[in-house]
């Protein structure tokens, strides 16, 4: 909706002012000071009284009031109802009063919102509409607490009615699901999604995960780094990693290793401290797999190098590779 201009907003304002029945028709002094309070933020009490003056003038020059008096006339009362948007043939409000013509009927309409519907408090309509305005927010919202719901999903980027609780968000973000999911059943598809495993026995999941660990994992205590592993091993290999999910240039360190040459691959685990080695150096760039991506579980787990508090899951393929040591 577009923004009229001062002058044509300040005598909408005089005229809808004078629509409120009242006992006896205002001096200019006090329908200036009623209406001061929606302009003193923007106009010193000089600015306002020079703008309000020069208005009323106009006004009175059109013929919306009457001459002697600040009463209106057929022409001003239709300007008034049509602005407050009352139709010709519609009946104002018994005992309206100004906040009530201000709340319910001027503001909406200035600010492009929709009427109240019957089950929105007119107290809290305003809220809603500019909050959802301000966010936009679309669909219905009929009270404050379905706002703030919407409000707390928006912030996570997402947009859902669903009530806002630890499990709806995890659901909803975690796992991805609509599906209104209680405590245990949640807690098994996280697990399960952790895991890579769909089993439905979770104690066998748990030891089908270490048996995995085990086939990965050197026998000896200390693991010791793949001998002489070098920058040259490793551009060998990319060439033959297809794309995974995060792009051509993001790799699971579990995928270079499988695609190593077989005599210079070792263990996962040598080969996860010989890559780390590198990385040191600055040969090649390992950074962390954002895990609030949809990603392999068991990928992530097989991949991940922890060097004191940093944590590492993926290569990065540089456009220009850096010189061989």
Known sequence: MSIPSPFVLTSQLILARLLVPQAKAPTPAALAKSLAPLFNQQYSSG????????????????????????????????TAREFCGFSSEEALPKNLRWKQLLDKHIT????????????????????IEFLKQSHQLAGPITSLSQLL????????GIDSRKKFTPASVLAKVSL????????VPLAKLLSQQLLGDSGKDFAQSLIRQKIRQAATTPSSDVPTALPNLTLA??????????????????????????HLLPDR??????FRLALLALHKS????????????????????E???????????????????????
């Open 108 to 127: 909406p309409r200035l600010c492009g919102f929709p009427p109240p519907g019957p089950k929105t408090k007119l107290a809290d309509h305003l809220l």
């Open 282 to 301: 600055q040969h090649v760039r390992l950074v962390r797999a954002d895990l609030t991506d949809r990603l392999d579980p068991r990928a992530v787990e």
């Open 47 to 78: 600015e306002w009284r020079l703008l309000f003056d020069e208005v009323l003038s106009s006004i009175r020059v059109a013929q919306h009031v009457e001459v002697s008096k600040l009463i209106l006339t057929p022409s001003g009362l239709t």
């Open 233 to 258: 091993d490793v551009h060998a290999a990319l060439p033959h990693i297809p794309a995974g999910p995060l792009g051509p240039n993001r790799i699971f360190i579990r995928d270079l290793w499988q």
């Open 149 to 156: 719901v919407a409000l707390a999903w928006k912030e996570l």
């Open 265 to 270: 691959r070792g263990t996962l685990e040598q």
């Open 303 to 325: 991949s991940r190098i922890e060097d004191g508090q940093a944590t590492y899951h993926l290569l990065v393929r540089e456009d220009k590779p850096p010189a061989t040591p």
């Open 176 to 183: 991805k699901t609509d599906r209104t999911l209680t405590t």
